[in-house]
């Protein structure tokens, strides 16, 4: 299984703004903010990886063997193309599906009428293998998430060059009800 970004986050899920507040840095020093908002974008993919989330609006391609898996980096808002990855066609056929359940649950490809994408994992298979592209991610940030962003910024900011790979426990905590759980490697 492999995730590629197709489209990333086009604006961030915090302001610069709202990290100065929360770090106390003065709105005045301008001296640092691309560094800020640099930090900002990697303390989301941090979390994001950690997570199983989208923190912002993106669009995302999974390579599958067609086993039931879960969809990473939900939350689904749109499932944009199924395409056989054996298909030399050009461009490639689209695989019919039907998807059932809140959130995708559960994408059925027609032509075998097997769960392809389950969640929780489950039971069956298909012998194919697949491209599913797919928009994902919050429109809007829940709070809970917004302000554990905003401790992992702050946590980046304050052990810059010393842990730059480390969650801050105090973001994990935060943000753990929102976790899916599975790992992405």
């Given at each position: 299984?492999?995730?590629?970004?197709?489209?990333?986050?086009?604006v961030?899920?915090?302001?610069?703004?709202?990290?100065?507040?929360?770090?106390?840095?003065?709105?005045d020093?301008a001296?640092?903010d691309?560094?800020?908002?640099?930090?900002?974008?990697?303390?989301?993919?941090?979390?994001?990886?950690q997570?199983?989330?989208?923190?912002?609006?993106?669009?995302?391609?999974?390579?599958?063997?067609?086993?039931?898996?879960?969809?990473?980096?939900?939350?689904?808002?749109e499932?944009?193309?199924?395409?056989?990855s054996?298909?030399?066609?050009d461009?490639?056929?689209?695989?019919?599906?039907?998807?059932?359940?809140?959130?995708?649950?559960?994408?059925?490809?027609?032509?075998?009428?097997?769960?392809?994408?389950?969640?929780?994992?489950?039971?069956?298979?298909?012998?194919?293998?697949?491209?599913?592209?797919?928009?994902?991610?919050?429109?809007?940030?829940?709070?809970?998430?917004?302000?554990?962003?905003?401790?992992q910024?702050?946590f980046?900011?304050?052990?810059?060059?010393?842990?730059?790979?480390?969650?801050?426990?105090?973001?994990?905590?935060?943000?753990e009800?929102?976790?899916?759980?599975?790992?992405i490697?």
């Open positions: 299984m492999e995730v590629k970004v197709i489209t990333d986050v086009s961030e899920p915090v302001t610069l703004t709202e990290i100065k507040n929360f770090c106390r840095i003065d709105a020093y001296a640092e691309d560094v800020l908002l640099l930090t900002a974008g990697a303390a989301r993919e941090k979390l994001e990886k997570l199983n989330l989208s923190f912002a609006e993106k669009t995302l391609m999974l390579q599958f063997d067609g086993f039931p898996i879960d969809i990473p980096y939900g939350p689904i808002r499932i944009e193309s199924l395409i056989s054996t298909d030399t066609e461009p490639p056929t689209e695989v019919e599906y039907t998807a059932d359940g809140l959130d995708f649950k559960c994408l059925y490809v027609n032509a075998v009428n097997q769960c392809v994408i389950i969640y929780p994992v489950g039971y069956g298979s298909t012998s194919s293998a697949y491209n599913l592209t797919y928009a994902a991610g919050y429109e809007t940030l829940p709070k809970a998430l917004k302000q554990a962003l905003l401790l910024i702050d980046d900011i304050k052990n810059q060059g010393m842990a730059m790979d480390d969650i801050s426990p105090l973001a994990l905590e935060k943000a009800p929102y976790s899916k759980n599975l790992t490697q």
